[in-house]
């Protein structure tokens, strides 16, 4: 149709002719690595912290936004921190009018281009959530996965710290609507600010060095004080032997860093006192820190105690856009996976000031602060904790194939009163059926034959019930002639009788 | 880090290395054509019909599945009927280790690699449902995205057409659940099978023509008996000289095919007496009327009048991946656009059976039957004519820029009791941030200022009634002094006082 094809058309042509000519040939059933297949509960868990968590956006005054997948490359940016991934961490492919075109990696990039895109139209404050999956072209492993669900709220043209104070407590209550009761999640918060006040004290001056600096400092919840002084230092090597460069500091601007960020206390008042002393003899941290004593007041204000909300100067956040205030969601809970063993969970969310990010369309400033929630890591920690079960379906049996028409209509019956129900579709036996039933984790099946048609009733088999009592019984013959949890009912009955067992009122 | 480059990645850095050398360019704010961004109304109307039509599939017990976006594209296959678009229809790249990767273009192709993938583990039959994006790389228009969601409900591992029926029924339950009332949607029925038959009669016996003769069929919703007329014999040429290539079928053989695809009559079992008729002497024809009679039978059992479910010979579907009955959904309410409009909505879904999908991979046949309803579209046009409207928050007024933490607190006692409020954080006036208000849709307005708060009272301003009353008058004076709509309560009175006014129990 005349669409010009750019280089990865054209090899895609090749890949298809080659299916083609070869059609006969099967594919192999497998998928791309870092995609993994999402069944029940996970999905549930997934919903579950979606809805919730755009509640408290919703509640706070934030309209939904949906930007789409693809972003031209350009307008996405490269704020990634993993910039020698391929691609630059992102799935780029050219569009049909030869533009490259990649999926979003984060909602942030591209709500900087709607905001430029639609300056004059919008209402500003802009303030927007925004609830889908973003796409990461990284290096996948367990619980990371290369498409993840991203839960964001984003404040548009808010230049003052009470903004930033908003977005933390917005934070402290999307963690209680994840489900973290008090105590089991805080907000770690610092300043971009105080860190440039910090390495200025430490005499840290090249732009460059201070990306190295940054990137060491973020490592301090991961390799600890020993750790952070190498890569601050010579470098550091780990245990594959792969050697990560240095920043190149002496050992005396070392000390300043390390004893910086470590030096959180109890209370956000005391450690914005003990960075005033640190850091507030230089401009930029002294204005960080005034930040951070007007944040501590609104947050106190709103409640939100100093276990909820602290102040931590060794947060860093990777993302490159952040120039003011900064912080992490850290959900505290501690997760068992499905072999039983406790996995730490660890940062869920953060966020930040990023006033430069817009200014890259518009060329004008146009201050912003946002927030945003991995939720795919924490459902699947959810379901893999069992947190989110699903209760199968009720399933009425098939004995006569001529009477579909009626098995058809007793399931009708059950889902008209709101409980899930099919009717067996398959090709097997009664057994097979139960056997399936289970699986499925039916609370019960229903069993009509022609001595109950004729009747005018139903059997119903409990099968928690069932298995209960089963497992109490050593002797296979009473089981046989006792057949737990199984009784019969008058069909007017059967939809209240399978309420009963399914627990519905 | 080593991971081998494609053409796509190498290509890639080409254009990073650009954006890094010009990297004081400005981008231009721009977003790649067919992605719209979606604004709260239409993510509403969305996400309403998502949660409902889920529902529907989950009382009939399916389980959530979500195969994730990328599937390597000999495992999708090409089964789409756009066959000469670019990168036949899909968006494709290459994955860092050279394999060809591609976004599904629905969520029926991954189901049978998952389904093949994981055979020995599935409960059978396997009943899944999954609501999410799919994407295609079609040209796009007005209400034609380039990335959609779809919602499926599919069952494998059941061959009768009792499991077609099932689909049927669900169409119609998810249709009702869509918001469409009795009258306002209607299935169409059709069968693959008989299709064949008819092609039997009329002596089209080569596959090929066959392929042909169905898409020329496929039109007759959009070209009536004149088009498809000419598209099974020499070939029709549209408005803009176009030419579509004909069946290049004769005379009498056109005249049996139009023939059957106008036979509807109103009752199923009329048509189904009809085709048998027309279609009856063949075997395949046979079986096909054999299953609508079936079906038929079933959906009566259900309750499924001659209105909401018809059996209509028009109906082919553009996948190729049908074996045997399909079916399509109309949503028949007449919606109007932006422009007051009507637009004629047509097919929102549709579905069949498809026994040869999941056998590419296996081999063995795995019969299989499904439904897929486009939401996307549906959410636009309902938004568009007004169906879905987003009440804003209240707002709460900063006049003193040394209250933030007061008025942070109020906006947090609003949202205690469950009302969208929100502290406005921009840097106008008072005039500018009643106009913020307005155009959020805000119900109220709550103003603090050293009266109020010396006096221990908030004013609150009632955007809608004061909106209303300033219609009525014409005096500006009177506007001034009467301010409409404008009250003073005492604190503890305002939750329950802006409820009232936001309608809130």
New interface residues.
């Given amino acids: 149709?005349g669409?010009p094809?750019?280089?990865?058309?054209r090899?895609?042509?090749r890949?298809?002719m080659m299916?083609?000519d070869e059609q006969h040939r099967?594919?192999?059933?497998?998928?791309?690595r870092g995609?993994?297949?999402?069944?029940?509960a996970v999905?549930?868990a997934e919903r579950r912290l979606v809805d919730s968590i755009s509640s408290v956006y919703?509640?706070?005054?934030f309209?939904?936004?949906?930007?789409?997948?693809?972003?031209?490359?350009?307008?996405l940016?490269?704020f990634l921190p993993d910039t020698?991934?391929?691609?630059?961490g992102v799935?780029?492919?050219?569009?049909?009018d030869e533009?490259?075109?990649a999926l979003r990696y984060d909602h942030t990039a591209?709500l900087a281009?709607?905001v430029?895109?639609?300056w004059e139209r919008i209402?500003?404050?802009f303030?927007r959530y925004s609830a889908g999956?973003v796409?990461r072209?990284e290096k996948p492993g367990p619980f990371r996965f290369r498409?993840f669900i991203q839960c964001d709220a984003d404040?548009v043209?808010?230049?003052?710290p009470?903004?930033d104070?908003?977005m933390i407590?917005i934070a402290a209550e999307a963690m209680q609507a994840a489900g973290a009761g008090q105590g089991e999640y805080v907000i770690r918060v610092n300043s971009r600010q105080i860190l440039d006040g910090i390495m200025e004290t430490a005499g840290v001056l090249d732009p460059a060095q201070r990306g190295t600096v940054l990137r060491a400092l973020d490592k301090f919840d991961k390799f600890g004080v020993e750790g952070v002084t190498l890569l601050l230092g010579k470098g550091r090597k780990d245990e594959s032997g792969d050697v990560t460069a240095g920043a190149g500091l002496a050992g005396s601007q070392i000390d300043v860093l390390v004893e910086f960020i470590t030096s959180r206390s109890i209370t956000r008042s005391e450690t914005a006192r003990k960075l005033a002393n640190s850091v507030g003899m230089t401009r930029s941290g002294d204005s960080g820190v005034a930040e951070l004593v007007?944040i501590d007041?609104?947050l106190?204000?709103?409640?939100i105690g100093d276990d909820a909300a602290t102040f931590d100067p060794s947060i860093v956040r990777g993302l490159e856009y952040y120039t003011g205030p900064v912080f992490e969601a850290e959900f505290l809970r501690e997760f068992r996976d499905a072999e039983g063993d406790p996995m730490r969970f660890g940062s869920v969310g953060g966020g930040g000031r990023y006033d430069g990010l817009v200014a890259?369309?518009?060329?004008e400033p146009a201050p912003a602060t946002g927030f945003s929630v991995g939720v795919s890591r924490l459902a699947a920690a959810m379901a893999a904790s069992g947190e989110a079960q699903?209760e199968?379906?009720v399933?009425v049996l098939v004995l006569d194939?001529d009477q579909?028409?009626?098995y058809?209509?007793l399931a009708?019956d059950l889902?008209r009163a709101?409980?899930?129900?099919?009717?067996?579709?398959?090709?097997s036996g009664m057994k097979a059926q139960v056997k399936?039933a289970d699986?499925?984790n039916s609370p019960a099946v229903v069993i009509v034959g022609s001595n109950e048609r004729t009747a005018g009733i139903v059997t119903i088999k409990d099968l928690k019930a069932g298995a209960a009592a089963a497992k109490g019984m050593t002797d296979n013959e009473a089981w046989r002639n006792e057949r737990p949890g199984q009784f019969e009912c008058p069909r007017s009955e059967m939809v209240a009788r399978i309420k009963a067992i399914a627990g519905q009122p």
């Fill in positions: 149709m669409y094809a750019g280089p990865n058309s090899a895609w042509g890949v298809a299916s083609n099967r594919p192999d059933a497998r998928k791309p995609f993994p297949d999402r069944t029940a999905i549930a919703q509640r706070w005054g309209d939904a936004l949906d930007t789409g997948p693809f972003e031209y490359v350009d307008a940016g490269k020698d991934r391929p691609n630059s799935f780029a492919l050219q569009d049909d533009q490259w075109i591209p281009r709607y430029a895109e639609n209402p500003k404050p303030r999956p796409w072209n498409e404040s043209g808010v230049a003052g009470a903004a104070a908003e407590a007007e007041c609104i106190s204000a709103l409640g890259r369309f518009r060329g699903v199968g379906p399933l194939k579909m028409a009626d058809s209509a009708s889902r709101g409980v899930r129900a099919e009717v067996y579709l398959g090709s399936y699986r499925r």
